[in-house]
């Protein structure tokens, strides 16, 4: 069902109203710095309440996700005071997904469980905030590691080591496919410095990204998490319920469960070549393969990874990984998410 509105309208909401003029580029700017200052006090909690050993009793997560909901909102209350803007507020509230929650963990003082970190969870931590419907959401991943050895010069508690292992793995994967999409993003602004190496026609796709994340997952032998995605935000459009609200014009590369599937398959195929015992499982992944990433019209929230990014627009990059190693038993999952 489509809304009935007319193409003087749609060409304000959708194309006028996301011009990167120099005030809507001030209330991206704001928007995020608000984010990554809430970010920035959420993390302290945590290292207050777990490292540095400040509170004798540690924060919960619900405390946590409170405390930085409030913090979030008193600066919001003096964004834009004095001006005839009032839609502003939180576009995700503090989320703590702490190693196998995916996503959107939010629990509540009343809930009756008090979730306190243990050493050696990994917590990703999520949120954001809109002004004039403009959104910017952050996230950040930290490891809660035991009390060490106490630093001669500052003080601090700091950990007996590094992690290592799997979930550094999967860590390691998410930070640099996130940091990879930021780079190819900004290539398709001067394309002839596009390397051949990377794409021939000079030209950065959706299939493209897909397909360099996807390696990247493949050398740390993780996986991508399904609602990883790449996408275009707009105003009030920061990408809510992909596939159930019809977006119009959508871009965007958005992991599946299909496309975990598929990937899990490939390696399968893989170990049954070494062991040359692959003829079902070879003909399983080219049935999945014809149907992975079928276009769809311009009026469809299902993705499609056939756009080309161009200048004037804004994206988000929230790519999460999972460890193949970890699958068997409790995978930790793990994200980096900007604007």
Same mark, same amino acid.
């Given at each position: 069902?489509?809304?009935?509105?007319?193409?003087?309208?749609?060409?304000?909401?959708? +194309?006028?109203?996301?011009?990167?003029?120099?005030?809507?580029?001030?209330?991206?700017? #704001?928007?995020?710095?608000?984010?990554?200052?809430?970010?920035?006090?959420?993390?302290?909690?945590?290292?207050?309440?777990?490292? #540095?050993?400040?509170?004798?009793?540690?924060?919960?997560?619900?405390?946590? $996700?409170?405390?930085?909901?409030?913090?979030?909102?008193?600066?919001?209350?003096?964004?834009?005071?004095?001006?005839?803007?009032?839609?502003?507020?939180?576009?995700?509230?503090?989320?703590?997904?702490?190693?196998?929650?995916?996503?959107?963990?939010?629990?509540?003082?009343?809930?009756?469980?008090?979730?306190?970190?243990?050493?050696?969870?990994?917590?990703?931590?999520?949120?954001? $905030?809109?002004?004039?419907?403009?959104?910017?959401?952050?996230?950040? =991943?930290?490891?809660?590691?035991?009390?060490?050895?106490?630093?001669?010069? =500052?003080?601090?508690?700091? !950990?007996?080591?590094?992690?290592?292992?799997?979930?550094?793995?999967?860590? $390691?994967?998410?930070?640099?496919?996130?940091?990879?999409?930021?780079?190819?993003?900004?290539?398709?602004?001067?394309?002839?410095?596009?390397?051949?190496?990377?794409?021939?026609? +000079?030209?950065?796709?959706?299939?493209?990204?897909?397909?360099?994340?996807?390696?990247?997952?493949?050398?740390?032998? $993780?996986?991508?998490?399904? =609602?990883?995605?790449?996408?275009?935000?707009?105003?009030?459009?920061?990408?809510?319920?992909?596939?159930?609200?019809?977006?119009?014009?959508?871009?965007?590369?958005?992991?599946?469960?299909?496309?975990?599937?598929?990937?899990?398959?490939?390696?399968? *195929?893989?170990?049954?070549? *070494?062991?040359?015992?692959?003829?079902?499982?070879? *003909?399983?992944?080219?049935?999945?393969?014809?149907?992975?990433?079928?276009?769809?019209?311009?009026?469809?929230?299902? !993705?499609?990874?056939?756009?080309?990014?161009?200048?004037?627009?804004?994206?988000?990059?929230?790519?999460?990984?999972?460890?193949?190693?970890?699958?068997?038993?409790?995978?930790?999952?793990?994200?980096?998410?900007?604007?």
């Amino acid at each position: 069902m489509e809304l009935a509105i007319s193409q003087r309208d749609t060409d304000i909401l959708l +194309k006028e109203r996301n011009l990167l003029k120099t005030e809507v580029l001030e209330k991206y700017r #704001l928007s995020g710095q608000i984010a990554q200052t809430t970010l920035k006090y959420v993390i302290e909690l945590i290292n207050n309440s777990y490292h #540095l050993g400040k509170r004798s009793q540690p924060f919960s997560a619900a405390e946590i $996700c409170l405390l930085g909901d409030s913090f979030m909102s008193s600066l919001l209350q003096n964004a834009y005071k004095n001006s005839s803007i009032r839609e502003k507020g939180i576009a995700q509230p503090v989320t703590l997904d702490v190693n196998d929650i995916v996503i959107g963990y939010s629990p509540e003082i009343d809930d009756g469980v008090n979730l306190f970190f243990q050493p050696g969870d990994i917590v990703s931590i999520g949120l954001g $905030c809109q002004i004039d419907g403009y959104t910017s959401n952050v996230s950040h =991943t930290l490891v809660i590691y035991p009390q060490g050895i106490q630093d001669g010069e =500052t003080g601090e508690l700091k !950990p007996t080591g590094p992690l290592l292992g799997s979930s550094a793995d999967a860590i $390691c994967a998410a930070h640099i496919a996130t940091e990879t999409v930021i780079a190819l993003l900004g290539a398709n602004l001067t394309p002839e410095k596009i390397p051949d190496s990377i794409s021939k026609n +000079k030209v950065v796709n959706g299939t493209l990204i897909r397909s360099i994340v996807d390696s990247i997952a493949k050398s740390y032998n $993780c996986i991508v998490v399904p =609602t990883s995605k790449v996408r275009r935000i707009r105003r009030f459009l920061a990408g809510q319920a992909e596939g159930v609200v019809a977006e119009r014009d959508f871009k965007g590369v958005v992991w599946s469960e299909a496309d975990q599937e598929r990937q899990l398959l490939e390696r399968t *195929e893989n170990i049954n070549n *070494e062991n040359n015992n692959n003829s079902k499982v070879q *003909e399983l992944i080219k049935f999945d393969n014809s149907k992975s990433n079928t276009t769809t019209n311009a009026s469809s929230a299902i !993705p499609s990874d056939d756009f080309v990014p161009i200048a004037g627009e804004v994206y988000s990059v929230d790519i999460k990984m999972a460890s193949i190693e970890e699958l068997n038993n409790e995978p930790e999952m793990f994200q980096f998410h900007i604007n």
